[in-house]
């Protein structure tokens, strides 16, 4: 029943998202189509609930001949604005308003024991651990090994907080958390 619940308000919620944001996001699919020179649209392979591979919809934020963030997308970075063309993959069904963020294969696809519950989760626009880690680039920039402290610090952290999500997760505490992402 809380599937069902949580499926619902999903599905409402992200069609009126849709309505609201439609007009921005194809006038800043024009903007980024021009500031990166591509179709303006990032798609990715993701993992989804289950450890099932999904396309993930973005905006384009990087020019694909420099892999650079371009300026614009800077701006559509920092106040993810790039991340509204999500609302379709929850809309499909891919994904849900809360939960934790989908990553690229290598990462919550090799949880092992316990932890391997984060992958019965539809994976979210939001959640606890994408609200602390907001400035997740800046903090990786300032580690002598990047990747290191991601794998050894960044990442375990997400995963306890989605599975303290996992365990406690409720239609209340979707709605606090998207209060938070607003706010």
Known sequence: MKAIIKRCFDFVFSIVALVLFLPFILISWLILMFDTKSNGLFFQQRVGQFGKLFTIYKLKTMHPKTDNVSKTGFFFRKYKLD???QFLNVLKGEMSIVGPRPDIEGYYDKLEGNERKVLELKPGITSE???????????????ENPLDYNDHVIFPD???????YYYNQNLLLDIKIIIKTIF
């Not at 651990?129 to 580690?143: F, H, M, P, T, V």
């Open 83 to 85: 991340e509204l063309p």
């Open 129 to 143: 651990a994408s609200l602390k880690y907001y400035n997740e680039e800046a903090i990786l920039e300032q580690q």
């Open 158 to 164: 997400k995963v306890k907080m989605n599975l303290d």
